[in-house]
């Protein structure tokens, strides 16, 4: 999978050099490229940004600077790209919010292009451009705001990548975590390591029993449990062939 990410603050991504991502980039598994949005200004001030037509507070980025950043990332294509070209990512407010049915699916897609905005957006102009383009997605990370794209990348970019092949170490265990649609998008059941009794509270003793399907019965129910209690959003979306009422009432 090839990344590419324009901003006006390179250094914010960073950490996409550490841990995971950045093992996966050193296995070939990933190819990140950040690109610095003021390398296509061309005044001394390298000026990205100005005042919104209709008045308003705040500055709005010109689309000057992203229509010259965006076709230089797009001129140089990867390998495999294919015909459909990339997804352009538009972390927004107002974009869709971002969830792991949208991390499975760009997690399949060979080429992710992430734009980061900053101040009050981008020229509304950039994303109506691309549209007739490439493929563009607006997301938020969730009904909250932020100061600009920068961590909502670092946020989307581990959520797909983990699930690329190869990047984590053992793939099962991406299949039994929250939200995963091979858990029917519950809530991951409570773990417990050792000790057996720490400060007077014990593990459940069903875990320690060696029954494994009284342990899966167990984890069932306890995912259930939390979903039913804390995410009734989640619940309402379930696919009543594999969750019913029934299954909630635990
Ligand atoms: C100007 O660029 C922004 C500003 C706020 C913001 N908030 C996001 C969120 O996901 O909550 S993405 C994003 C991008």
């Known amino acids: 999978m ?7 603050f ?3 991504l960073a950490p996409l050099q550490l841990s995971l991502i950045g093992r996966a980039q050193a296995q070939g598994l990933l190819d990140v490229r950040v690109h610095d949005l003021r ?19 705040g ?7 992203w229509g010259e950043a965006l076709d230089a990332v797009l001129a140089d294509p990867p390998p495999g790209a294919g015909q459909d070209g990339p997804v352009l990512l538009v972390p927004s407010p107002v974009g869709e919010v971002f969830g792991q049915r949208a991390a499975v699916d760009l997690a399949a897609e060979p080429w992710l292009v992430f734009a980061c905005g900053r101040y009050e957006g981008i020229d509304a102009r950039v994303v109506e451009h691309y549209r007739g383009r490439v493929r563009v997605r607006e997301v938020s990370l969730g009904d909250y705001v932020l100061n600009g794209g920068e961590v909502a990348v670092l ?6 990548v983990r699930l690329v092949p190869g990047v984590v170490g053992n793939a099962a265990s991406l299949t039994e975590e929250s939200h995963a649609p091979e ?4 809530l991951e ?18 875990l320690a029993g060696g029954d494994h399907g009284a342990v899966g019965r167990w984890r069932r129910d306890e995912a259930l449990r939390r979903t039913a209690s804390r995410r009734p959003d989640v619940v309402a ?6 969750c019913d009422a029934r299954d909630l009432a635990v």
Do not use: F, N
């Not at 858990?183 to 519950?186: M, S």
């Open 2 to 8: 090839r990344l590419d990410v324009v901003t006006i």
């Open 59 to 65: 500055l709005v980025m010109k689309p000057g600077p």
């Open 39 to 57: 390398e296509h200004t061309h005044d001394r001030h390298r000026t990205v940004d100005d005042t919104p037509y209709g008045g308003g507070a």
């Open 189 to 206: 059941h409570p773990a417990y390591t050792k000790p057996a009794s720490w400060r007077g509270l014990d593990v459940p003793t069903v």
């Open 237 to 242: 979306r379930l696919d009543p062939a594999r």
């Open 155 to 160: 946020a989307i970019t581990e959520a797909v």
């Open 183 to 186: 858990h029917d998008g519950l």
């Open 10 to 12: 390179p250094d914010y």
